[in-house]
């Protein structure tokens, strides 16, 4: 089993930048893709980024894409999602996720953290 925790959240205007961070329990962590997904009120949860166990392939979405980092630290068990450069319509529930197997960045993820508040004033 594996818990996921994620902080950094909070309130930013438009334009401004966040680091959400992601810890993780367990010694497997390593060796698991992980992944940002978000969602908004009344929309579906949608993904944001993935990066698989050593760094070495990583997706975003389109809306992200040159704006938003993911990176892993896998000494302390930790993902990271820099954002830079937000937007109002981002305003959503983050959370990183956790999945087993091969690369599969937009497949199923095993694990799940409680998510994490970011909203963008306009």
């Known amino acids: 089993q594996v818990q996921l925790v994620e902080s950094g959240g909070g309130l930013v205007q438009a334009g401004g930048s966040l680091r959400l961070s992601c810890a993780a329990s367990g010694s497997a962590f390593k060796w698991y893709t992980m992944g940002w997904f978000r969602q908004a009120p009344g929309k579906e949860r949608e993904f944001v980024a993935a990066i698989n166990w050593n760094g070495g392939s990583i997706d975003y979405a389109d809306s992200v894409m040159g704006r938003f980092t993911i990176s892993r630290d896998n000494a302390t068990n930790t993902v990271y999602l820099q954002m830079n450069s937000l937007k109002p319509e981002e305003t959503a529930v983050y959370y990183c996720?956790?999945?087993?197997?091969?690369?599969?960045?937009?497949?199923?993820?095993?694990?799940w953290g409680q998510g994490t508040q970011v909203t963008v004033s306009s």
């Open positions: 996720a956790a999945q087993r197997g091969p690369w599969s960045p937009h497949g199923k993820y095993d694990y």
